[in-house]
């Protein structure tokens, strides 16, 4: 994998090789690094799957060359097949459930997308329904489908996956990430997974989100904050494979919260509510290694901060958990 310091012909070719970073204030005995996406050139995890996605559908024929794609996103989504799509020469359409942040859609348009805002009652599933009528309505539109399209996954197995493994000389005991798609974590432990089975896979989500059901865990389905991960509805993340994950971890808004001003604080992480969510849970998991409650083949768990806290200013993301509007 070569460096950043070459200099290269387009953005794109600066999507990807994150730095990842020791966490600090972890069980001595246990490694715990992050992997910083936030380095990305539209800031978050999605311009790999922008990037990675548009090329592939493009040289299968999925997508015609002067096409359009119309995708239903949180936002980051948005941002990073925005910039993908620009270079790509395709024109881009995104739906966003009103709920999300402003910041998001102010870059998606300012990267020459339209954007279309569906009600925040719908949900996520509105914003995929409407996406798909458009597509129908329109000529030589394709909906790129994040939710369920196996490319998502892969951009990670071929990408993230392999840097991390990289970076640790194969030794990782552990990997714990955000589920929204589930892209992430998917193809980061089916890297993982191949390379040795007994590594401990752990799946992170808000408190009110039910993807520990797919595990068989007690759920209860409620409003939460924290931006970019969990699910209402297990039909619509077709991604997500409960075989690969060893545990879910459900945390509380709070918890995400403070974690997410203390690493700007204490270790100056500039990161998102799903960052801090990740956070806690690895802490959790690594905390676990060093007791011996969770037998991981190497004591270095590795997660993932998806994105930076920028992008929630208007929302309070660093007052009050009571003024944070999430
Ligand atoms: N955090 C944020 C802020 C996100 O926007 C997303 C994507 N929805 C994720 C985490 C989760 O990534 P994935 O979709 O790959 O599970």
Redesign the pocket.
């Known amino acids: 994998m070569t460096s950043h310091e070459q200099p290269v012909d387009s953005v794109l070719e600066t999507i990807g090789r994150t730095p990842l970073v020791a966490l600090q204030d972890g069980p001595t005995d246990v490694d715990l690094y992050a992997k910083l996406e936030t380095f990305n050139p539209g800031a978050?995890?999605?311009d790999r799957i922008g990037r990675y996605m548009l090329e592939a559908m493009l040289e299968r024929g999925e997508l015609s060359e002067d096409g359009t794609i119309i995708e239903p996103t949180?936002?980051?989504?948005g941002i990073g097949f925005a910039i993908a799509a620009e270079q790509l020469g395709l024109e881009a359409i995104f739906v966003v459930p009103e709920r999300f942040s402003v910041e998001k859609q102010q870059l998606m348009a300012a990267l020459g997308a339209e954007i279309i805002n569906t009600p925040t009652d719908a949900g996520m599933g509105g914003a995929i329904e409407r996406a798909h009528e458009l597509a129908a309505e329109l000529d030589d539109a394709v909906v790129p489908q994040q939710f369920s399209n196996p490319l998502n996954v892969e951009a990670h197995y071929e990408t993230t996956g392999p840097e991390i493994y990289e970076a640790l000389d194969g030794e990782v005991g552990a990997v714990v990430a955000?589920?929204?798609?589930?892209?992430?974590?998917m193809g980061i432990a089916e890297y993982a997974l191949e390379r040795d089975d007994s590594t401990y896979v752990a799946a992170v989500e808000p408190e009110g989100s039910i993807y520990g059901e797919a595990l068989g865990d007690d759920r209860e389905e409620d409003e939460y904050k924290i931006?970019?991960?969990g699910t209402h509805d297990l039909a619509t993340n077709e991604l997500f494979d409960p075989d690969l994950v060893d545990a879910v971890y459900a945390i509380p808004d709070r918890d995400a919260h403070d974690e997410l001003r203390r690493l700007a604080r204490e270790e100056g992480h500039l990161v998102?509510s799903?960052a801090g969510a990740a956070s806690v849970a690895a802490r959790r998991v690594a905390r676990a290694i060093s007791t011996g409650e969770i037998d991981a083949p190497h004591e270095t768990v590795v997660t993932v901060f998806?994105?930076s806290s920028e992008r929630y200013l208007s929302k309070g993301i660093y007052r009050s958990f009571e003024e944070w509007e999430g």
């Not at 949180?74 to 989504?77: D, H, L, V, W, Y």
């Not at 955000?178 to 974590?185: D, E, I, R, V």
């Open positions: 978050s995890v999605k949180a936002g980051n989504t955000g589920c929204g798609t589930a892209g992430t974590l931006e970019g991960i998102a799903s998806p994105d």
